[in-house]
């Protein structure tokens, strides 16, 4: 069983970069075929797919996002990042990240992580 955590500031301000990092335990993130997702869910809305990197490194991000997005892995230590550039208070969520198969299923999810966006 693959387990994800996150870790990451709460709390970010303004026009700041947010960068949240998943560690991965119980699998390879470099395991063929195997795909890693941040996925994010703001207040009262629902879960938002932010950008993904490919167990080859590849990567795909929302269209809408993809300008102050990026997605970046740490093979040594088996974890992946999430970097957002000028956040706003329209970013503040319930963060994610979670094991994609390339079935489209999604076996793992971290517990997730709230960041708030305030000066």
């Known amino acids: 069983q693959v387990h994800l955590q996150e870790s990451g500031p709460g709390l970010v301000k303004p026009s700041q970069t947010l960068t949240l990092t998943c560690a991965v335990s119980?699998?390879?993130?470099?395991?063929?075929?195997?795909?890693w997702t941040w996925i994010r869910q703001v207040p009262g809305k629902g879960l938002e797919w932010m950008a993904t990197?490919?167990?080859?490194?590849?990567?795909a991000y929302m269209p809408s996002l993809k300008s102050r997005t990026s997605i970046s892995r740490d093979t040594s230590k088996n974890q992946f990042t999430l970097r957002l550039d000028s956040v706003t208070p329209e970013d503040a969520a319930v963060y994610y990240c979670a094991h994609l198969l390339q079935t489209g299923s999604f076996p793992s999810w971290g517990q997730g992580t709230r960041v708030t966006v305030s000066s």
């Open positions: 990197i490919a167990y080859n490194g590849d990567t």
């Open positions: 119980g699998g390879s993130i470099t395991a063929n075929l195997n795909y």
